[in-house]
């Protein structure tokens, strides 16, 4: 069977007759559901050809934000995706469970603090401490967990249909260009102001997120302990885009708060792993370590913790945003079209050699917290001057 690789909606796609146990009474749905597929990659595959001729993200990005007639289909498309079709599979539901059992575990049962722990004795043998000096900085900074300060407060960001609004756990923020759900908040994240963070304790922290005005244009910075952005950055037609939005979650993240990155890909495990670990090298130049990552058959999720409050400079000269690239971003506007109807792989052994061979120059990334690897402490050769775009909040 031939299949293809559809790395926007998370679907496998085949030219053949499906090979599928037989179920009594057929699949049901299975036309509704590619025609809501094809509404969402259509406008996808819109952003991307316009991006490649005009090459303006800004001025693509404020001209789709007007189009509402567009954003309402695409959030209706994609609230019936999720009510009607993804629930049914485990994998629909499985990716926000993901996320719910990766911050029970972080904030409620010890992970954060043994993540520090590790992080500060790491850092300590490098710098050739000793075991008594070790021992002398202790670690009461760090909770143990955060069940005492109130509810876990996750920023849900594209989030159509506030799927993490039924968690008691969670004290959930969702925002998106075009809400379907009259609790989601509208927001343009790329273009979110940030302010100063308020000093404020738990409590009075949750009493002004639970009074929060639509439409959203400006949130404090240092404001939750969760980002989640499930099928978000593929979204985007400009790499430069998807960076700043990770730049803008670390910036909303307290420190060791959680980024929780999930992307479609319904390819095998192996096939776009450069992608995976571009990917990462970008995300952790931010300020950011790996905590937790895996591969469902139709998506990666991972998890990043925020090891530093502020984010290094000049990482846009050192290519750091083109490197949170997705496979179509190498297609000709005639490729796009062709993928509309006729599933193509996205690139050829040869091209993933030569991708391979592009990246063996790549910094080292700090200490993985679930890998084991003892790397740099630090992504070097960073520059000291100060880049106006990146810092600017």
Excluded at 83 to 100: A, L
Excluded at 312 to 330: A, C, G, H, K, W
Aim: hydrophobic share 35%.
């Amino acid at each position: 069977m031939d299949l293809g690789d559809n790395v926007e909606t998370g679907e496998t796609e085949s030219h053949t007759e499906p090979f599928y146990l037989p179920i009594p009474g057929g699949v049901p749905g299975r036309g509704e559901q590619e025609k809501l597929s094809g509404v969402v990659k259509n406008v996808h595959r819109k952003l991307r050809r316009k991006y490649r001729e005009e090459g303006d993200f800004d001025k693509i990005w404020r001209e789709h934000c007007k189009d509402e007639q567009t954003l309402s289909e695409y959030a209706l498309a994609m609230k019936n995706l999720a009510d009607n079709h993804w629930t049914k599979n485990c994998e629909g539901e499985g990716r926000i469970e993901w996320c719910r059992s990766v911050c029970q575990e972080y904030f409620l049962h010890g992970g954060m603090k043994r993540m520090v722990e590790k992080d500060e004795k790491s850092a300590a043998l490098t710098t050739s401490l000793t075991t008594d000096s070790v021992s002398a900085h202790p670690y009461s900074t760090v909770p143990s967990s955060i069940s005492n300060l109130g509810k876990m407060r996750l920023l849900d960001v594209g989030s159509c249909f506030n799927p993490f609004l039924k968690f008691d756990e969670f004290l959930t923020v969702g925002i998106d260009i075009v809400p379907a759900v009259e609790s989601v908040y509208k927001c343009d994240f790329l273009n979110l102001q940030l302010q100063q963070p308020l000093q404020l304790a738990s409590d009075a922290i949750e009493a002004f997120l639970r009074q929060l005005h639509n439409p959203i244009d400006t949130l404090p910075a240092q404001l939750f302990h969760v980002v989640v952005f499930s099928l978000l950055l593929s979204y985007f037609p400009s790499p430069y885009q998807r960076w700043i939005c990770c730049k803008k979650a670390h910036e909303l993240l307290e420190l060791h708060g959680l980024l929780l990155i999930i992307t479609p890909d319904s390819s095998h495990q192996n096939r776009h792993a450069l992608m995976m670990r571009s990917w990462r090298v970008a995300v952790e130049s931010l300020g950011f370590k790996r905590y937790k990552y895996v591969k469902y058959s139709h998506m990666h999720l991972i998890a990043f913790r925020k090891v530093s409050l502020a984010t290094t400079s000049d990482l846009v000269s050192r290519n750091y945003p083109e490197m949170l690239y997705i496979p179509q971003d190498f297609h000709s506007n005639e490729e796009e079209e062709e993928c509309a109807d006729v599933p193509v792989q996205v690139r050829s052994e040869f091209e993933d050699d030569q991708m391979a061979w592009g990246f063996t120059e790549l910094p080292d990334t700090p200490y993985d917290s679930d890998s084991g690897e003892s790397q740099s402490s630090s992504v070097p050769g960073f520059h000291e001057q100060e880049d106006p775009i990146l810092l600017h909040s």
